[in-house]
Every structure is written in C-alpha cells, then in structure tokens.
C-alpha cells in the first residue's frame, strides 16, 4: 500500500518540486542539509507543542517540515555527487528519531493527563520500528521485504490526522487514531515476517 501511494504520488509532486531543488543546489543547500533541518524542526515543533496539548498547531507545522522530505531525494538525484550510502543512512536513521519522539511527544501528554491509552502511542512505536527493522534484516540476508500496509508513509498520515482531528476537538478520534496506528503497524510487522518466510522456504 505505501509502495502504491509514493509511486503515484512521486511523479506530479517531482515535478513541482525540480525547480526548487535547483535553486536549493546553487546556492550551497545539499540533500543531507535538507533532511537534517528538517528533522531537527518535526522534532522541536513535536516537543513544544504535543505535550502541552497544543495538537493542530503542531500538527500543521510537522506537516509543512515533514515536506523536507520530497525535497532530500530529488536533491540527491540532481547533485553532481549523486545520492550515497550515507545520506541513506542519515536519512532513515532522522526518519526513526522523527516517529520515535512525535509518538514520546503524545505519551508525555497522555501520561500527564493519567489518561489510560498513554501506552499506546508507545506500542505504536515499538511495532513501527519492528516495520523497519523486519525490512533491514531481511535485506542483509539477501531478502527484499517491500510493501505492507503501513510503512511509513501510511504511518505518518495517521498519526498526523489523528493529532490534527484531536487538536480540534473531535471527540473520541486520539483513541481510535492510536489504536488504529498501533493495530496497523503490528499487522505490517506480520505481513512482513511472512513475506521473509515464504522467500526463505
């Protein structure tokens, strides 16, 4: 499903987004720069607002810099240099730190509020860092793990809408949001765990 959802979106959006990465790249703005202001900025505006229940405010700013991240992989395609191993790396491994402290973020209030869905968020965590790891360990076994329900792109969505709608009052939408993003990762991690089975049998 995220494969599905980033290809057809990759087209259309490259093509708005060219002319940009261009001037990017000629006044000194790299791809690693890009995704590490970025990160830096989902993760500032996710602990200064989330944990004060401040839910649309953060939310519409963590959408506007997560947009950082249609900007990184264009900029490495038109670079001379070209896209390397260790702008992967710090790529995926912002990518991590991002889902980790946005779903701390929404603990922290919940835990402040003694409300009884805080361990979810951080089930949601767990099971989403699982999504990645499955897919890292197939690959260095010589295994491609693609696809799955909610890879990243999917998870990010829902949580996003999930704090959005919560930061507007919509009544109930946090506990179904969670247990939604939580139930969908832990299902994706399944998912995958098959599809390495069936490669390895």
Do not use: H
């Not at 264009?74 to 991590?96: F, I, M, N, Y």
């Not at 897919?135 to 704090?163: N, P, V």
């Amino acid at each position: 499903m995220g494969t599905m959802l980033q290809e057809s979106l990759r087209a259309p959006v490259t093509k708005i987004i060219t002319p940009l990465c261009r001037g990017l790249l000629r006044i000194g703005i790299s791809a690693n720069m890009v995704t590490a202001i970025g990160a830096f900025a989902t993760i500032l505006t996710a602990l200064l607002t989330f944990p004060n229940g401040r839910f649309f405010l953060g939310t519409l700013l963590i959408v506007l810099f997560v947009l950082f991240d249609l900007l990184d992989g264009t900029l490495a395609r038109l670079s001379e240099k070209g896209s390397s191993s260790w702008g992967a790396l710090l790529d995926s491994t912002l990518d991590r730190l991002t889902d980790a402290i946005m779903l701390g973020a929404v603990f922290w209030y919940l835990s402040s509020t003694d409300d009884a869905l805080a361990p979810i968020p951080l089930l949601a965590a767990i099971f989403g860092f699982l999504v990645s790891y499955v897919k890292a360990r197939a690959q260095s076994l010589g295994i491609a793990c693609d696809g799955g329900f909610a890879e990243r792109t999917e998870r990010i969505i829902i949580l996003l809408l999930t704090t959005g709608f919560a930061g507007l009052g919509v009544p109930y939408v946090m506990t179904i949001g969670l247990w939604f993003l939580m139930a969908a990762s832990a299902f994706t991690v399944l998912q995958r765990l098959a599809i390495v089975y069936k490669s390895a049998e």
